[in-house]
């Protein structure tokens, strides 16, 4: 139930992201969905990708430090109140989240949120009994 | 094993009788052949029949490498040119270049020198020997080299560079011992993994290491990652060159020094004392046998101490602490003494960290300031951005903490720290452009 997703260590300086995007487009590697925590020195660039050993690999290649981390997507209605019944589960069942970030479909009344948890396996059981779905790494990476 | 067993483990008693024998020949020599030394001794007033003891040592002049320079090329040679049979020279990167000669007795001693030096790592005449130190003008890759046929080993003089095709060697001929400097080994390791293997997974199971500083840290990461005895070996190109002294493999506990050759002190690099027995101070050299350029007192720059317990492996040489620093090397900021190697201990004790470093040294306003720029392989990346604040932080505390000194640490990318085959650049000291 869990999906991968590539990480990546970035210097802050001009040119760095373009030389990742440059390295996925060459290889036809899709990018599902992304985020970018940085600070005033480096940055780390999240991504989930159509195929993340391909992605790794070629990124390896080109001298980038790339990590891999599972993370868990849930689908939610795109209402009002949406992320917050996830986030009050979570929450009641002592779950902590370590970062998120969503995005939405085209064409559905539903986004996906990526959520990294500090208890994954709990994280995913406490959502799955309320009914939400989460979705597979497969279903992603081929959106 | 032991390779020259009456020699290198004489009894003190005898060994200091050779080399007071020694020294007495070598004063004569250089008083009578080298301009220099002539006059140097006139000027301190002192005469080569004045050393009756080793402790009489004392009263000679010192040598330093800017006497070298001055008498650039040759002017140090103690014997007519028709006799010298081989020119070694320094890289020169801190000032003109340093000239070595030697005679045929010169390049005898030091291949049996080296000989020792690879029994006393652990290696014989059925080992193969990947010498990756440069061949040429440096003194590490030729000396390797007549040392390891002196021996009866076989040799494969692969120089240095070449990344690519060391590691195709390493893996198709199968040497059992390496030769290179440390920092080359880590990226012969890494070279490795990318080609597809592991260097642990190969018969290679003795490196022997030297030509930069580096710690016991380092020692143990690349025990750890290539599966071998790491052992220090430690020379100079104005002394001989590699030899000098070599760890043995019983122990690895201090670098035994070849002392029938080379007879050692330690001084204070301000008073210029003689230090007492055991303590910190810069190694001086007296080459003993040497006949195409003696050398007298040299002052090697190199901080270390001196050992004269008798070792496991029944050398009864003393042993010097692995070099510390260099007088010369070492960074003042802000009236704080740091070397490099204090650094790299700390980056390595801090979990995870690759010894791949830069110090960049830079003024600001009339304040020095110290940034540390770390590489941030896959063992130390983590996708929480706190987890590499806290990494950074750590290093800060413990570089205040051991060395009085603020530090700003910067994670980088790897390989944007300049990775060179040789000598490894760890400092930028940009207030000399200003």
Request: hydrophobic letters at 40%; aromatic letters at 6%; one cysteine or more.
């Amino acid at each position: 139930m869990k999906v991968e997703q590539i990480s990546i260590f970035l210097e802050n300086r001009a040119g760095r992201l373009e030389e990742v995007t440059r390295i996925l487009a060459e290889n036809q590697v899709s990018i599902r969905a992304l985020s970018l925590a940085d600070t005033s020195d480096f940055g780390i660039l999240r991504l989930i990708v159509s195929d993340h050993e391909k992605a790794k690999a070629t990124l390896k290649e080109n001298g980038f430090t790339v990590g891999r981390t599972s993370v868990v997507a849930v689908e939610v209605d795109d209402q009002p109140g949406g992320l917050h019944a996830i986030l009050q589960i979570l929450s009641a069942g002592g779950v902590n989240v370590e970062y998120m970030y969503a995005f939405v479909q085209q064409s559905s009344k539903t986004a996906i949120i990526v959520f990294r948890f500090d208890k994954t396996d709990q994280a995913i059981e406490l959502l799955g009994n309320k009914g939400f779905r989460i979705i597979p790494g497969s279903e992603l990476y081929n959106l | 094993m032991i390779y020259d067993v009456d020699l290198e483990t004489l009894p003190r008693e005898d060994l200091e009788a050779l080399q007071l024998s020694r020294l007495k020949a070598l004063v004569a020599r250089a008083h009578a052949n080298v301009g220099f030394y002539r006059q140097k001794f006139d000027e301190m007033g002192v005469a080569p029949s004045d050393i009756r003891s080793l402790a009489d040592l004392k009263l000679l002049p010192f040598t330093e490498k800017q006497d070298l320079r001055n008498h650039y090329p040759f002017g140090l040679f103690a014997v007519p040119k028709e006799n010298v049979v081989r020119i070694h020279a320094s890289s020169g990167t801190t000032g003109k270049s340093t000239v070595v000669g030697y005679t045929r007795r010169d390049v005898r001693n030091w291949a049996r020198i080296m000989a020792r030096c690879f029994m006393a790592a652990g290696a014989s005449s059925r080992d193969i020997i990947h010498n990756a130190y440069g061949y040429g003008l440096f003194t590490g890759g030729l000396g390797a080299h007549y040392g390891a046929e002196e021996l009866g080993a076989t040799i494969v003089p692969v120089s240095g560079g070449g990344t690519k095709r060391q590691v195709m060697l390493l893996k198709d001929f199968g040497p059992t011992v390496i030769c290179s400097t440390p920092s080359y080994a880590l990226v012969l390791h890494e070279a490795a993994l990318e080609a597809g293997f592991d260097i642990k997974d190969l018969p290679l199971k003795i490196g022997i290491f030297g030509a930069e500083p580096w710690t016991e840290e380092m020692r143990r990461d690349i025990e750890d990652k290539m599966g071998i005895t790491a052992l220090d070996i430690y020379g100079l190109s104005e002394i001989m060159g590699p030899g000098v002294g070599i760890e043995c493999s019983v122990a690895q506990k201090g670098l035994h020094i070849m002392e029938d050759h080379f007879l050692v002190e330690i001084i204070d690099p301000d008073t210029l004392e003689v230090l007492p027995q055991g303590e910190v101070g810069e190694l001086v050299i007296t080459t003993l046998t040497k006949e195409a350029q003696p050398l007298i007192r040299y002052r090697t720059r190199d901080m270390t101490r001196l050992n004269v317990v008798p070792c496991r492996c029944g050398r009864t040489f003393a042993r010097m602490h692995r070099v510390m620093g260099r007088s010369d090397d070492m960074l003042i900021i802000r009236g704080v003494n740091v070397f490099p190697s204090q650094i790299e201990s700390i980056l390595l004790e801090t979990e995870g960290l690759a010894p791949h470093y830069l110090l960049v040294v830079k003024r600001e306003g009339n304040l020095d300031t110290l940034e540390v720029r770390v590489e941030v392989d896959e063992k130390l990346f983590s996708d929480e951005i706190k987890n590499l604040q806290r990494i950074e932080g750590k290093i800060v505390k413990n570089i205040k903490d051991y060395l009085g000194v603020t530090a700003m640490v910067k994670l980088v990318e790897p390989r944007a720290i300049q990775r060179s085959e040789g000598k490894v650049q760890r400092i930028l000291d940009l207030r000399k452009q200003h």
